[in-house]
Antibody, heavy 119, light 108 residues
């Protein structure tokens, strides 16, 4: 069974950093891309970023709203994806989901982890 | 950036009725890389349809997708109680990937 489990969400102050993890099981992690999507309280879905599989160069893409502040990475040996959040703003408050990507499609999702940015 | 506009914002229907949800793109979606997701309160989104019209694994055949280019539709032929949720369209044809704002299907 394909599983993705996010962790690392927390209450943090504006300007601080946080690292989210996406631990996976049930599939060969290295064969897939990993995407991140967030959802602010009561709002819709917002694409955050994506990292491709290493066989295709592991290219990263970011939404304009997070570019330069967030960094996506992956550890294929452990089957874990990461989202490093820096210079956090109150508007970054959201549930963050990771998703396994088949091609560019987000096919399987984790349950999400809540990041709250507040002083 | 491809902007996706979903309509209506809310659809009030009874179980057994047909639901028709629209998603219009600001420019053509290449390869019809348009997906539909269902999200229930407190849950992660679930993939229903990809490439505009292909049902994902395990999705009931009452869900169907159609359209191409800039106009796409999700149809639920006969609403079941578990279908009342929010539905999002999503284009994955070009970066930045984008989502529509969602259509809420509620019980009338």
């Amino acid at each position: 069974e394909v599983q993705l489990v996010e962790s690392g969400g927390d209450l943090v102050q504006p300007g601080r950093s946080l690292r989210l993890s996406c631990r996976t099981s049930g599939f060969n992690f290295g064969d897939f891309g990993v995407g991140w999507v967030r959802q602010a309280p009561g709002k819709g879905l917002e694409w955050v970023g994506f990292i491709g599989k290493k066989a295709l160069g592991g290219t990263m893409y970011y939404a304009a709203s997070v570019k330069g502040r967030f960094t996506i990475s992956r550890d294929d040996s452990e089957g874990i994806g990461y989202l490093q959040l820096s210079s956090l703003k109150t508007e970054d408050t959201a549930v963050y989901y990771c998703a396994r990507s088949s091609g560019w499609l987000f096919a399987s999702w984790g349950q999400g982890t809540l990041v709250t940015v507040s002083s | 950036e491809i902007v996706l506009t979903q309509s209506p914002d809310t659809l009030s229907l009874s179980p057994g009725e047909r639901a028709t949800l629209s998603c219009r793109a600001s420019q053509s979606v290449g390869n019809n890389y348009l997906a539909w997701y269902q999200q229930k309160r407190g849950q992660a989104p679930r993939l229903l349809i990809y490439e505009a019209s292909t049902r994902a694994t395990g999705i009931a055949d009452r869900f169907s997708g159609s359209g191409s280019g800039t106009d796409f539709t999700l149809t639920i032929s006969r609403l079941e109680p578990e279908d009342f949720a929010v539905y999002y369209c999503h284009q994955y044809a070009s970066s930045p990937w984008t989502f529509g704002l969602g259509t809420k299907v509620e019980i009338k």
